[in-house]
C-alpha cells in the first residue's frame, strides 16, 4: 500500500486508460522512486522499493491514477488504482478518493489478488501547514486510519493512529524532510501498541507491531 502523502498523505496516480484519452484542460504526469525501505504507516514491509507512477488530474478537481511498486515482502508486487476529486475552497483543501490495492501474491497471503477486493475510501482535510486524514476500508474488514499532519520549517510531521478492527492498535510519528528536491529522509517510529490476548490467540504469527525506529532515504524523479 502506497504510503499516502499530500500534505499528510496523499499521493497522486493514474490508469492508463485515462492516461491516453485527450481531455481539454487536464494534465497528466509521470514520475518514478525508489526507496530504501517500504514504509507504510510506520511499519516496514521489507526491502528496498521501487516505483512508478502517472498522475491524470483535471481542472476540476477530479483526478486518477495508478501506481506500482516492488518491495512488499509478504505480498508481493503491487499497484493500486485510485479516482478523486481535491479542491481548495478559500484556504482549505479537501480531498476525498477510492483506493483499490492488488498484490501478485495476494491469494496466498490473505491480501487481494484483484482489483476491488481491498479498497479504502480516504477522506482528507488541510488547512495552511496542518491536515487531517481519515482512511476506511470499503469491505467486509473493519479497520481504520487516522492521519494528523503538520508541517514546520520544512519537516513534515505525522501522527498515523491504526486500528486493524480486529484487537490491534497502534501509534507512530514520521518526520520527514527534503534534503533536495528528489532525495528526502524519513524516521518512523511506533510509540503506542495495544494488542488483545485474543487477537494473539487468533494468530500468534501477528504479534507486536516492531517499535524500532526506521529510517527510509527516498529519491523520486518527475519523468515529465
Do not use: C
Not at 514546520?152 to 533536495?180: C, F, K, M, P, R
Request: proline share 1%; charged share 15%; aromatic share 12%.
Amino acid at each position: 500500500m502506497k504510503t499516502l502523502s499530500k500534505a499528510v498523505a496523499i499521493a497522486s496516480l493514474l490508469s492508463a486508460g485515462i492516461m491516453s484519452a485527450q481531455v481539454a484542460n487536464a494534465d497528466v504526469e509521470y514520475s518514478a522512486g525508489i526507496a530504501t525501505t517500504y514504509l507504510w504507516r510506520g511499519t516496514d514491509l521489507g526491502g528496498a522499493a521501487f516505483s512508478a507512477a502517472a498522475d491524470y488530474s483535471h481542472e476540476s478537481g477530479a483526478y486518477a491514477g495508478l501506481w506500482a511498486s516492488s518491495g512488499d515482502a509478504a505480498a508481493g508486487n503491487e499497484y493500486d488504482l485510485y479516482v478523486g476529486f481535491a479542491k481548495e475552497f478559500g484556504g482549505v483543501s479537501v480531498d476525498v478518493g477510492a483506493y483499490t490495492y492488488v498484490y501478485n501474491q495476494g491469494q496466498g497471503t490473505g491480501t487481494n489478488g484483484s482489483p476491488g477486493e481491498l479498497s479504502e475510501a480516504i477522506f482528507n482535510v488541510g488547512f495552511m501547514d496542518a491536515s487531517v486524514m481519515y482512511i476506511d476500508n470499503l469491505g467486509d474488514a473493519d479497520y481504520s486510519y487516522i492521519g494528523l499532519g503538520y508541517s514546520i520549517a520544512g519537516v513534515d510531521a505525522l501522527v498515523g493512529i491504526s486500528d486493524n478492527g480486529v484487537g490491534q492498535e497502534y501509534t507512530h510519528l514520521d518526520l520527514s524532510y527534503g534534503l533536495t528536491d528528489e532525495l528526502s529522509l524519513t524516521v518512523s517510529k511506533v510509540f503506542d501498541q495495544t494488542t488483545t490476548a485474543a487477537f494473539l490467540a487468533a494468530d500468534p504469527a501477528n504479534g507486536l507491531v516492531d517499535e524500532d525506529m526506521i529510517v527510509v532515504l527516498s529519491y523520486s524523479i518527475a519523468l515529465k
